[in-house]
């Protein structure tokens, strides 16, 4: 079947860096997505990777590794506005995006 | 503001209780989407369409039933549901279904069946 794991909730200090972990399993792949989600609103768009490496953007970057099935977020110079799920997905051979469950992130001051 | 609006954005209803959700989106997108998130678990791809063809149902209950006008309108019919369908039901849509097309979501109707 397919499947994507993901740990349920991080904790983080203001100030920090944090990655989040991303394990997909599925039918072909088409590429992987991060979305950010803050309580009561809807995800938002963070990042698409489809090749191998790290892409950057401002204070956060995604890394992919396709043979290992295996995506990572990762948020430097945290802040308090940086507090909201974060959502993995993965296409399949379809198109189709499998997500995962997301990781709530909590950022202490 | 994403460009994707839905109302309204909560909603009571009783298990006999005929009720409709609305999308529309103002980015002249092709793709529109009907997802489920329930708490704590991974979002539910409920339907897809694309140039207001449907082109995925993924084994959802006829108790839901969508409707896609024109592309960029998207309406959920509801009609004698179930306690468990209690969710947040979240529109969205994208330029196209495939590769790197983002989706841009709605903020979503809270639904709570009684």
């Known amino acids: 079947g397919q499947n994507i794991d993901q740990p349920t909730e991080m904790t983080a200090t203001e100030g920090a860096i944090v990655q989040i972990n991303c394990t997909y399993q599925?039918?072909?792949?088409?590429?992987l997505f991060w979305y950010q989600q803050h309580a009561g609103e809807a995800p938002t768009f963070l990042s698409y990777n489809v090749l191998d490496g790290l892409e950057e953007k401002g204070r956060f970057s995604s890394f992919l590794s396709r043979s290992k099935g295996y995506s990572y977020l990762l948020l430097k110079e945290l802040q308090m506005k940086d507090s909201a799920s974060y959502l993995c997905a993965a296409m399949d051979s379809n198109y189709q995006l499998i997500w995962g469950a997301g990781t709530k992130l909590i950022i202490k001051p | 503001e994403t460009g994707v609006t839905q109302t309204p954005r909560h909603l009571v209803m009783g298990m006999t209780n005929k009720k409709s959700l609305k999308c529309e989106q103002h980015?002249?997108?092709?793709?529109m989407y009907w997802y489920k998130q329930s708490a704590k678990k991974p979002l539910e791809l409920m339907f897809v369409y694309n140039f207001k063809e449907q082109t995925e149902n993924n084994s959802v209950p006829s108790r839901f039933s969508p409707e896609c006008p024109n592309s960029s309108h998207l309406f959920l019919h509801l009609h004698t549901l179930q306690p468990e369908d209690s969710a947040l039901y979240l529109c969205a849509s994208s330029h196209g279904t495939g590769g790197s097309y983002e989706q841009y979501f709605g903020p979503g109707t809270r639904l709570t069946v009684t």
């Open positions: 980015l002249g997108h092709n793709a």
């Open positions: 599925t039918s072909g792949f088409n590429g």
